[in-house]
């Protein structure tokens, strides 16, 4: 069962922040965060692991409440670049072998 | 580096046919997987190759199959295309079969018609 991601969308003004929610009805071992824009390839964020560890090498944070089986990406003082779609794609064991199920997606726009 | 690369970029094919995608991971990487992405909704995952092995399915019909060469490079071929398998077909690579981050190509616009 694909994680539900909320809101559907959201535009924001050049520095502004936003909260990007991605929940699951099922326990996690992961969470993986995608920006996507039009026409391009998923573009990794974040990598979040269950106990905590957090791996990403852009200036956006994120979180994930085990208990919950839910994980927030944080868009903060946002930029025009963070447009795009963002998906979280969850895996349920550490074994699931890069199978990531992808949530519906966020729309993101950052008006000047 | 080279990211992953795939090819053709775009292509129209007619209902009945059949297609072969094609990926080159990341230099390095032993791991390829294909997703399925329609438009407006996320990837939708099909295969998962580890040192050319099957490694993961994912609930897609028979008509769908894929391999991994000695050089880590995939094909996914899908038979008696329909009009439903009109998508985006992205491959990714990653380092190792097990939460590793997992890195995109530009991916293949198939449209049948």
């Known amino acids: 069962q694909q994680p539900v991601q909320s809101p559907q969308a959201v535009i924001l003004r050049e520095g502004e922040d936003a909260v990007i929610n991605c929940s699951s009805s099922?326990?996690?071992?992961?969470v993986h965060w995608y920006r996507q824009k039009h026409g391009e390839a998923p573009v990794f964020l974040m990598i979040?692991?269950?106990?905590?560890e957090q791996k990403g090498h852009e200036k956006i944070s994120a979180s994930f409440n085990e208990k919950k089986q839910q994980s927030s990406l944080y868009l903060t003082a946002s930029q025009l670049s963070y447009s795009g779609t963002y998906f979280c794609?969850?895996?349920?064991?550490?074994?699931?072998?890069?199978?990531?199920?992808f949530g519906g997606g966020t729309r993101v726009l950052v008006k000047p | 580096d080279a990211g992953v690369t795939q090819s053709p970029t775009h292509l129209i094919k007619t209902r009945g046919q059949q297609v072969t995608l094609r990926c080159s991971p990341i230099?390095?990487?032993?791991?390829v997987s294909w997703y399925q992405q329609v438009l407006g909704q996320g990837p939708q995952f099909i295969f998962q190759?580890?040192?050319?092995?099957?490694?993961g399915r994912g609930n897609f019909p028979d008509r769908f199959s894929a391999r991994q060469f000695p050089n880590y490079s995939s094909e996914l071929n899908v038979n008696a295309l329909l009009l439903g398998d009109s998508a985006l077909y992205l491959c990714?690579?990653?380092?190792?079969?097990?939460?590793?981050?997992?890195?995109f190509g530009e991916g293949s616009w198939l449209t049948v018609v």
């Open positions: 230099s390095g990487h032993k791991s």
């Open positions: 794609g969850t895996e349920a064991t550490e074994a699931a072998g890069n199978k990531l199920t």
């Open positions: 990714a690579s990653s380092s190792g079969p097990n939460i590793y981050t997992i890195y």
């Open positions: 190759y580890y040192e050319k092995e099957e490694r």
């Open positions: 979040l692991l269950k106990g905590g």
């Open positions: 099922k326990a996690l071992y992961s």
